[in-house]
């Protein structure tokens, strides 16, 4: 099987070098949500630009542990080209700046900054708490439908005390959970992957009614620990909503409990008259 045919998030977020600072890759069709690529799934592809730049100018760090992403224009599926301009190379971080290119547009560009997690962090301290969540049996499995093609890569349970909105039901509160699983056929969820399951959960606007696509505008995402096992429990909360644009944070914990990952993004949304307050 060959990376157009795979479904593996490695396979479509790979890069390939077409010499000092310049890259090319293929935007998959299977990590789209109405046609449009999954923001997550952009910031794989250009991690993976910045770590292989960094690389080639000496660095040592093979996680990506902090990436702000700006979407200027949505990118269409197909080939694209990412130019990278290493800003420093330093011994505990490295910081590479990214644009990613269709049809001599830059459409996405993110401050990649890169680090070396280690196999057994101790945490001084953590203020979150663990998700409550139903047990997997219980929990809600998305069916899936032809124009979100993600969630034939991910597989999402959500908590029963947020789901009504699938059945046209609003809510006061702009909360979505559930458990979280890459089902790309490529194994359990690593450092990198993080970077996809931090936008992998449905907007926490829908409880509320919104309508449509929800594009996100710009997501910085923070690894704090490389993860163990295949199932994340995660929560996704909007802080708040203000003249058609929303804050979303997130929060990933993994099967010891650990919090590995966390975001926040501004997104645009929208609202039909009858769902307005």
């Not at 910045?50 to 949505?74: F, K, Q």
């Not at 710009?218 to 163990?228: F, K």
């Amino acid at each position: 099987m060959n990376a157009h045919e795979s479904r593996s998030l490695r396979d479509a977020a790979a890069v390939d070098s077409l010499g000092p600072g310049h890259f090319a890759a293929e935007i998959s069709d299977d990590y789209t949500v109405v046609g449009h690529p999954n923001g997550g799934y952009l910031q794989c592809l250009l991690a993976n630009a910045a770590l292989a730049a960094a690389s080639n100018e000496g660095s040592a760090h093979v996680h990506t542990t902090a990436i702000t992403t700006s979407y200027v224009a949505a990118p269409e599926v197909g080939a694209v080209e990412l130019r990278t301009t290493v800003r420093r190379v330093g011994r505990s971080v490295s910081f590479v700046h990214v644009e990613l290119i269709q049809d001599a547009v830059v459409t996405t560009e993110s401050l990649v900054t890169l680090g070396a997690l280690s196999d057994d962090a101790t945490v001084r301290y953590l203020q979150p708490a663990v998700p409550d969540l139903a047990p997997l049996e219980d929990c809600l499995r998305r069916t899936v439908v032809e124009e979100i093609k993600l969630m034939s890569v991910v597989d999402f349970r959500l908590d029963p005390s947020c789901v009504r909105w699938l059945d046209g039901e609003r809510s006061d509160l702009a909360e979505v959970k559930g458990w979280l699983r890459l089902n790309d056929g490529a194994g359990a969820w690593d450092a990198w992957t993080l970077l996809f399951a931090s936008d992998g959960l449905p907007p926490a606007t829908f409880p509320l009614g919104s309508s449509g696509w929800v594009p996100t505008l710009q997501l910085t995402s923070y690894v704090h620990q490389q993860p163990v096992g295949e199932w994340l429990r995660a929560r996704q909360w909007c802080v708040v909503i203000t003249d058609g644009v929303v804050e979303e944070r997130c929060e990933l914990f993994d099967t010891r409990d650990q919090l590995v990952a966390t975001s926040t993004q501004l997104a645009m949304v929208r609202f039909p008259k009858s769902a307005e307050r």
